[in-house]
Nanobody
Framework: VQLQASGGGLVQAGGSLRLSCALS????????VAWFRQAPGKERDFVAA????????YYADYVKGRFTISRENAKNTVYLRMNGLQPEDTALYYC???????????????????WGQGTHVTVSS
């Protein structure tokens, strides 16, 4: 499985970005996909995840109400819409796919087997 993350950039505080994660596999439609982020010197943290059906959607508390995850199966793509960005959202954002989906471990980075290369998001104050 290959994942290609894109859409990052430089934005002012309060601004918006939409990240995209394109998957290579035809099994995309049954794959859960998650977004994680890693700021310099910090651990890789869970941001959001969506199940293969789209019925299961999960967010980290610090992005609830600001970020929205969605998927478009016809394009093998998952999106992360980020509104109200703040300097503390500055990080390298990764998308990831697990071999087996489990809602119990959706926020555990060790559960994910395939990772994209990451896309930089920088929010200026």
């Amino acid at each position: 499985v290959q994942l290609q993350a894109s859409g990052g950039g430089l934005v002012q505080a309060g601004g918006s970005l939409r990240l995209s994660c394109a998957l290579s596999e035809r099994t995309f439609s049954i794959s859960a996909v998650a977004w994680f982020r890693q700021a310099p010197g910090k651990e890789r943290d869970f941001v959001a995840a969506i199940s293969g059906s789209g019925a299961g959607i999960y967010y980290a508390d610090y992005v609830k109400g600001r970020f929205t995850i969605s998927r478009e199966n016809a394009k093998n793509t998952v999106y992360l819409r980020m509104n109200g960005l703040q300097p503390e959202d500055t990080a390298l954002y990764y998308c990831a796919v697990p071999t087996v989906y489990s809602s119990k471990y959706v926020s555990d980075r060790n559960w994910y087997d395939y990772w994209g290369q990451g896309t930089h998001v920088t929010v200026s104050s």
